[in-house]
């Protein structure tokens, strides 16, 4: 009965298999990528995000690429990092940015690599501008009797110190470290855009915009949705019908071939060679 049982399974298993794999390998090719750029901007985040812009820059299959976004931004450097990856694709095929629900400072940054940038009616666009941000419990500290031991080479090589107030010298240096990356951020924005610098920074001082303003300044180039962005790839990538496929992090070719409706088989199959791995249940 067991032995029974077990050859149903292992021939519905390669049913299952051989029929995934037929429809993978048969069905047209897509020509149009989707990448979904969501949350916080920081080192971690970016290299999935790198790597599947990588992918659609690759693939001679896509013909255009659409980069859909939803974050309030991140870190300036991993920013300015997104920005020439989405650059650099975009010089070798069209990429259209979406704003979902808001694109705003660091994510605003990266979405000026691409070609044209849309965005929903109510989305939330801008806040071009940098900010340096330190705690400080000087105050606090004297009252609890807390002190900290500083042994340092030069007299700004603690700043940000918790425990000391910010001297004049610490606010200049910091103050010109913002202007320095602040001035790259308006230098992208105002070429890539084309806009004036002079006008830009009438806006450029941390503001966001509602999406229509937004198009007024030339911060955006479309108010709409996806059909908006389909319709304007077609044009200009010249493609008849559009078949898009969201690039996401890599998975085993097994589980891909699978689906993800048979992919608890995939999990079962690595927990059984990775014991000290958890359970992995699905719904």
């Known amino acids: 009965m067991i032995k029974k049982t077990i050859g149903i399974f292992l021939i519905i298993f390669i049913a299952i298999f051989v029929i995934n794999f037929a429809h993978y390998y048969s069905k047209k090719p897509y020509n149009v990528a989707l990448i979904k750029i969501t949350g916080i901007i920081n080192q971690d985040s970016i290299k999935d995000w790198i790597k599947q812009l ?11 690429v659409i980069i859909e976004i939803n974050s309030p931004g991140g870190g ?5 990092r997104l ?5 650099k694709l975009n010089n070798k095929k069209p990429v259209f940015v979406l704003v979902d629900s808001i694109c705003a400072s660091g994510a605003y940054y990266a979405a000026c690599g691409a070609d044209k940038i849309f965005a929903y009616p109510t989305s939330i666009i801008g806040s ?13 500290s004297k009252r609890v009797g807390v002190d900290m031991l500083v042994v340092k080479s030069g007299k700004l090589k603690d700043v940000g110190n918790p425990f000391r107030k910010p001297t004049k ?7 010109s470290v913002v202007d320095g990356i602040y001035n790259e951020f308006i230098n992208v924005v105002s070429t890539s855009r084309h806009i004036d610098k002079d006008k830009l920074k009438q806006y450029a001082n941390g503001s966001v915009f509602a999406s229509y303003d937004a198009k ?3 911060l955006i180039d479309y108010v709409g949705g996806l059909d908006l962005i389909k319709s304007q790839l077609k044009k200009t990538s010249h493609i008849k019908h559009i078949r898009m496929v969201e690039i996401k992090p890599k998975k085993p070719l097994l589980k891909e071939l699978m689906g993800e409706q048979f992919s608890f088989v995939f999990d079962y ?3 059984l060679f990775n014991p000290s791995v958890k359970m992995i249940y699905h719904d």
């Open 83 to 87: 920005y020439r990856a989405v650059k």
């Open 216 to 218: 007024k300044i030339g």
């Open 128 to 140: 071009i501008g940098v900010i340096f941000e330190s705690l400080n419990v000087t105050e606090l």
């Open 76 to 80: 300036a450097n991993d920013s300015e």
């Open 169 to 175: 010298d610490d606010k200049k240096m910091l103050q």
């Open 54 to 64: 990588s992918k659609a820059e690759r693939s001679k299959n896509f013909k255009g």
């Open 269 to 271: 199959i690595y927990l």
